[in-house]
T-cell receptor
Framework: DTAVSQTPKYLVTQMGNDKSIKCEQNLGHDTMYWYKQDSKKFLKIMFS???????INETVPNRFSPKSPDKAHLNLHINSLELGDSAVYFC???????????????FGAGSRLTVL | GQNIDQPTEMTATEGAIVQINCTYQTSGFNGLFWYQQHAGEAPTFLSYNVLDGLEEKGRFSSFLSRSKGYSYLLLKELQMKDSASYLC??????????WGAGTKLIIKP
């Protein structure tokens, strides 16, 4: 069983479209994340979310929104896609975001988004 | 501001030893992580240091000096499969991870 699974793995779409990437974790972790990795391989946090708190990176455009139906799922919705949104998006989870020793991240395999 | 610095790329020979350095400047400190990322794959956890000193785990060791804001990852008996990017990440006082850009390690036969 894959610990953190995200779909789709590849997504090619036109500018202006709206798309979603789904993420599920079966580790029983309390916290989930969305990261963006651009062509320079820099990992940038977009959102972190647990049952109590959503933390949004202030640099993330409001076209991006996380949706969490339950603590095992954190989906990413993107409205009005732009060329600069092309990147690999990684979902991740950790046991507890408030304790550094327990904050080992388990990543999904990534979703490569290409906006044409 | 918060910053993590690590070399962009390094090359080493199969069977040798390589040290990947990481320096950091963060608002507070709650530990330093190393992750390995093979091309086209997800990052995977390698090590965590919160106290000064060396942590050894098989062929990989990680060192931390908090007073110097410095860490290194030491890889011994290099194998071709060790070709990957190695990401240094520091946890600040708000338990937020600050990531370096990664060091691409190329192993040659």
């Amino acid at each position: 069983d894959t610990a953190v699974s995200q779909t789709p793995k590849y997504l090619v779409t036109q500018m202006g479209n709206d798309k979603s990437i789904k993420c599920e974790q079966n580790l029983g972790h309390d916290t989930m994340y969305w990261y963006k990795q651009d062509s320079k391989k820099f990992l940038k946090i977009m959102f972190s979310y647990n049952n109590k708190e959503l933390i949004i990176n202030e640099t993330v455009p409001n076209r991006f929104s996380p949706k969490s139906p339950d603590k095992a799922h954190l989906n990413l919705h993107i409205n009005s896609l732009e060329l600069g949104d092309s990147a690999v998006y990684f979902c991740a989870s950790s046991q507890d975001m408030s304790s550094s020793g327990a904050n080992v991240l388990t990543f999904g395999a990534g979703s490569r988004l290409t906006v044409l | 501001g918060q910053n993590i610095d690590q070399p962009t790329e390094m090359t080493a020979t199969e069977g040798a030893i390589v040290q990947i350095n990481c320096t950091y400047q963060t608002s507070g400190f709650n530990g330093l992580f190393w992750y390995q990322q093979h091309a086209g794959e997800a990052p995977t956890f390698l090590s965590y240091n919160v106290l000064d000193g060396l942590e050894e785990k098989g062929r990989f060791s990680s060192f931390l000096s908090r007073s110097k804001g410095y860490s290194y990852l030491l890889l011994k008996e290099l194998q071709m499969k060790d070709s990957a990017s190695y990401l240094c990440a520091c946890m600040d006082s708000n338990y937020q991870l600050i990531w370096g850009a990664g060091t691409k390690l190329i192993i040659k036969p």
